[in-house]
């Protein structure tokens, strides 16, 4: 029997009105039976085109951007060990991220750290996607795993300036490693690894398509799956656009007890250690600066009108602490200083970064003037009382910065304050906003940044010390790491 004939015999059993049934019954039976279509995400050459630029910049903040920073606060006869500290810091870094940095920080696996089924970037091709923060946009996977590179590279090489001037490099050699490892990567694995938007998108999409009861329930059970498979930190609510905790909460917690167990500098309250060139320190400051438009407006992950909001904080958050630090240090010693002013900037850069795609303009530049007076507190009064010697100021300006920022911006979100809310990706809509609960979520992701990296850091430190010893010999100190450790001159005279 043909096709034709076929049909013809079903239409004459069925009758006119069985058809007729039939048919209205198929749209009805399609809804039941096939999930909702979705969309393949797009890839968008401009997105593709910033986030290459962002990349690039974020490089530049680190080298040579901290590095001359860096190298301009301590004392001639360390310049170039600062140098290399930095510079040995990228290079590690980079090596590790790529074996399995990447895997560890961004699949799934558990709330706490990821798994290796991305180790040596596995499965990675030109034609892998990321997803960014808006349904049906993204971005190549391998520009969103370097610029995640250039995250974890800066961090550790933040730490260095803590305890410059007097570790040894291989004790450094060895340190950076097991940081990144054991605390880096499941700290940014806890704040910032999730499902992404298109995957609870079609989750949300399918529960609202479910028909009966057993199908709903099917459909919830994915949802709070896809919600479930991410970090920590993140399931609690709190947000960090660019890295409040993962970047400066995390590093200069572990910078400050890196200070704590080398000791103090050799002279250091009896003898002048004053910068040797604030001339090179300024151009460093400003190149952090221009790379931290890459650092923040980048975290948009979109050529968008996020990105445009979170430079538009990045530039007032910044003046306003440096005006802030520059005003207070002026009524209090007297004369306003360059490396006040630089250390202001640095300052609002580290506040407003948690904040940058949350807060409204307004908000940043309140924010940015709290930062510049209360880190030029800890930085001068406090650290002057506890006796502590963080060289580079690493956890006054990055540690007590980082948690001004994260916790404010928990306040500073709220559309009431013109901030930009909180997407809820089941609805597609802003959340309402709820202080308590976003405040205490903020809190407690600062706590628990602390005591990872604290706790953490205390332990490698106790490691690498027993391995190959944490600090040169006090007459090494004297002559300066420069020669000592690497053999050379920053300077010839």
């Known amino acids: 029997m043909t096709f034709k004939s076929h049909r013809a015999g079903l239409v004459a059993s069925l009758g006119l009105a069985g058809l007729a049934a039939l048919l209205l019954a198929l749209p009805a ?25 962002a990349t690039v910049l974020v490089l530049l903040m680190t080298i040579p951007g901290l590095a001359l920073f860096y190298g301009g606060l301590v004392r001639s006869k360390n310049m170039l ?9 990228v290079c590690i870094v980079v090596v590790i991220w790529a074996v399995y940095g990447y895997s560890l920080t961004f699949t799934g696996g558990s709330s706490i750290i990821g798994g290796f089924s991305k180790a040596f970037l596995a499965g990675v091709t030109p034609d892998s996607k990321a997803a960014t923060f808006s349904v049906g946009v993204a971005i190549p996977e391998y520009v969103y795993i370097a610029f995640q590179m250039t995250f974890a590279a800066i961090t550790p090489a ?22 990144v490892t054991f605390v880096y990567f499941p700290i940014a694995h806890m704040v910032w690894y999730w499902a992404g938007p298109d995957a609870i998108d079609a989750a949300a999409k399918a529960l609202a398509a479910a028909s009966d009861e057993a199908a709903k329930a099917a459909a919830q059970a994915k949802l709070d799956e896809v919600n479930a498979d991410s970090g920590l930190i993140f399931q609690w609510g709190a947000i960090d656009f ?14 400050l007890v890196g200070a704590l167990m080398i000791g103090k500098r050799v002279g250091y309250g009896r003898e002048l250690m004053s910068p040797h060139s604030l001339t090179l320190s300024m151009v460093g400051a400003s190149l952090l600066w221009v790379g931290w438009f890459g650092f923040n407006a980048g ?32 009524g ?10 630089l250390s202001g900037a640095i300052a609002g850069l580290v506040a407003v970064t948690p904040a940058s795609g949350f807060a409204g303009p307004m908000g940043a530049l309140v924010l940015g003037l709290i930062a510049g007076a209360v880190c030029f507190f800890f930085c001068t009064t406090v650290k002057n009382a506890l006796g502590y010697d963080d060289s580079l100021d ?19 979100v ?33 706590l628990l940044t602390l005591a990872w990296s604290g706790l953490g850091s205390a332990i490698l430190y106790k490691v690498v010390d027993l391995a190959v010893g944490l600090r040169v010999k006090a007459e090494q100190e004297r002559e300066g790491l420069d020669l000592t450790e690497h053999g050379e001159r920053a300077y010839t005279t």
């Not at 969309?39 to 593709?48: F, H």
Request: proline share 4%; aromatic share 10%.
């Open 29 to 53: 039976l399609a809804q039941t039976s096939a999930p909702p279509a979705v969309a393949e995400p797009v890839v968008n050459k401009g997105d593709t085109a910033w986030m290459l630029s």
């Open 81 to 89: 060990s600062v140098l290399m500290h930095v510079f040995y810091t």
């Open 158 to 179: 933040l730490i260095v300036g803590a305890f410059a001037e007097r570790i040894r490099f291989s004790a450094l050699a060895l340190f950076v490693p097991l940081w």
């Open 242 to 255: 660019a890295g409040g905790t993962v970047v400066h909460i995390n590093a200069g917690i572990a910078g």
């Open 299 to 330: 975290s948009n992950l979109e050529a968008s009108g996020g990105a445009v909001l979170a430079m538009v904080n990045s530039f007032v958050a910044t003046a306003a602490a440096a005006l802030s630090w520059m005003f207070v240090e002026w």
């Open 332 to 341: 209090a010693k007297g004369k306003p200083s360059l490396l006040g002013v």
């Open 394 to 412: 690493v956890f006054g300006v990055h540690c007590v910065g980082g948690i001004i920022g994260a916790i404010l911006t928990g306040v500073l």
């Open 414 to 446: 709220n559309p009431a304050l013109g901030g930009a809310g909180i997407i809820d990706y089941t609805t597609g809509k802003i959340a309402e906003y709820a202080f308590g609960t976003q405040v205490w979520a903020q809190i407690k992701a600062v």
